[in-house]
T-cell receptor, first 114, second 116 residues
Framework: NAGVMQNPRHLVRRRGQEARLRCSPM?????VYWYRQLPEEGLKFMVY????????ESGMPKERFSAEFPKEGPSILRIQQVVRGDSAAYFC????????????FGPGTRLTVL | AQKITQTQPGMFVQEKEAVTLDCTYD???????LFWYKQPSSGEMIFLIY??????QNATEGRYSLNFQKARKSANLVISASQLGDSAMYFC?????????????FGQGTELSVKP
């Protein structure tokens, strides 16, 4: 009964490289949320996806960031041409629906941009 | 305007004592959920307790209880009999009704330190 899985747990990139963060939701969950936690701050919503659809990307930076949740496979958060300010912890959460119940969080991916 | 406010950046409590972590929220949606998460130094987000806006009784989960005062829009977390392992960051979060897509809105967090 695996929980939400994220990989890698730690990712180091140099400025200008691409970062790909993966999230496998809990079994039976078709709703995925991505959040970013900058140092010393709370989590901030980035994007909400269902299978093959982006439902709400109001928290995504306008450039360089994209997300997908294909029919098969994990959800991917992609950051192109990373900058130092992208260094943060990126959390994925999943839920079975968009009701008011709990979202289950993954362990997070800590991105460091050198 | 801030939707979730945690006014205590840091709190200290003596082991075995109770502690209250404050959280106020702002929403015009009649249907919402309130959550508390614990984030230890290892970084993962651990769900503690949930309160729905229509729930008549305050939520409790073991040593955790949520003091829900709807008219005051507050959802304080009470930890009874603090343990050293309770030292961590604590985040209050809100999820508004289905029309808002279900995303969580987090407060800035309170760092709790339990003293032996």
């Amino acid at each position: 009964n695996a929980g939400v899985m994220q990989n890698p747990r730690h990712l180091v990139r140099r400025r200008g490289q691409e970062a790909r963060l993966r999230c496998s939701p809990m079994k039976g969950h078709s709703h995925v949320y991505w959040y970013r936690q900058l140092p010393e701050e709370g989590l901030k919503f980035m994007v909400y996806l269902q299978k093959e659809n982006i439902i709400d990307e109001s928290g995504m930076p306008k450039e360089r960031f994209s997300a997908e949740f294909p029919k098969e496979g994990p959800s991917i958060l992609r950051i192109q041409q990373v900058v130092r300010g992208d260094s943060a912890a990126y959390f994925c959460a999943s839920s079975p629906g968009q009701g008011l119940g709990e979202q289950f969080f993954g362990p997070g991916t800590r991105l460091t941009v050198l | 305007a801030q939707k979730i406010t945690q006014t205590q950046p840091g709190m200290f409590v003596q082991e075995k004592e109770a502690v209250t972590l404050d959280c106020t929220y702002d929403t015009s949606d009649p249907s919402y959920g309130l959550f508390w998460y614990k984030q230890p130094s290892s970084g993962e987000m651990i769900f503690l307790i949930y309160q729905g806006s229509y729930d008549q009784q305050n939520a409790t989960e073991g040593r955790y209880s949520l003091n829900f005062q709807k008219a005051r829009k507050s959802a304080n977390l009470v930890i009874s009999a603090s343990q050293l392992g309770d030292s961590a960051m604590y985040f209050c979060a809100m999820r508004e009704g289905p029309d808002q897509g279900g995303k969580l809105i987090f407060g800035q967090g309170t760092e709790l330190s339990v003293k032996p």
